[in-house]
């Protein structure tokens, strides 16, 4: 008896290699552009959430806040250290007088109406990387020197002060400038920059830096009456 066997030939095989060769690079290159596309728009959209939360924190508290109880500072040598979530200082100035109007500043302190505790919110370049940056906010009860607002050196630092910006976000700028207006209100502009820490890199698109603008003003009138 004679007993046949079928078999694949070398070709066929070499062919059956080659088509699952391409099919699984398709599905690579597939999961990759969607993995890619899913953290860009991950990293856009957390980038655009936090910027406005930001501004809009801005925007309800100083409306809400007396124009003599407003004060802008433009600070130097105070930076944020990450791993011990406190500030740093290293010749630091810019508390000894606010600034005046048409003047920039990168920290504000103000007190809303009707509440008995300093909001102070500002920008803090990182002690390691001064290319990334950090905003603060910190509420404080008395407030008789500018410069403990922030002072990571304090006893009350870690119970109310806290990061707005999270790791997946860097603030590149935050500057704010006030101007007088007739009624005796502040007029003041907020600019804010900020940009995803995590890209894709050869992704063929630019890191994106979101710029934003806000006009906000003081509703003195409006509490007196």
């Not at 000894?96 to 809303?112: A, L, N, Y």
């Not at 002690?127 to 905003?135: A, H, K, L, T, V």
């Not at 020197?145 to 935050?174: H, K, P, R």
Request: overall charge negative.
């Amino acid at each position: 008896m004679i007993k046949k066997y079928n078999a694949v030939s070398l070709v066929e095989m070499l062919i059956t290699m080659v088509i699952l060769g391409i099919v699984m690079i398709l599905v690579s290159i597939t999961l990759s552009t969607m993995i890619r596309t899913s953290i860009i728009s991950t990293s856009r959209t957390t980038t655009r959430e936090e910027s406005e939360f930001i501004l809009e924190l801005l925007r309800k508290t100083v409306r809400n806040s007396n124009a003599e109880e407003i004060f802008l500072y433009q600070v130097s040598g105070r930076m944020y250290d990450k791993a011990s979530e406190r500030t740093v200082d290293s010749g630091l100035a810019g508390y000894d007088t606010p600034i005046t109007s048409d003047q920039t500043g990168t920290e504000i302190h103000f007190r809303p109406v009707g509440y008995n505790k300093w909001v102070c919110i500002g920008f803090f370049p990182d002690s390691e990387d001064p290319e990334r940056g950090y905003i603060l906010k910190s509420i404080r009860q008395d407030l008789e020197v500018a410069s403990e607002c922030f002072n990571g050196q304090s006893s009350f630092y870690t119970i109310n002060t806290l990061v707005l910006n999270s790791e997946d976000v860097d603030v590149n700028s935050l500057s704010m400038q006030f101007f007088n207006t007739y009624d005796s209100n502040y007029l003041i502009t907020i600019d804010l920059e900020m940009e995803p820490v995590h890209w894709v890199a050869n992704s063929g698109s630019i890191k994106p830096g979101y710029f934003k603008q806000t006009v906000v003003s003081t509703q003195k009138l409006t509490w007196e009456n």
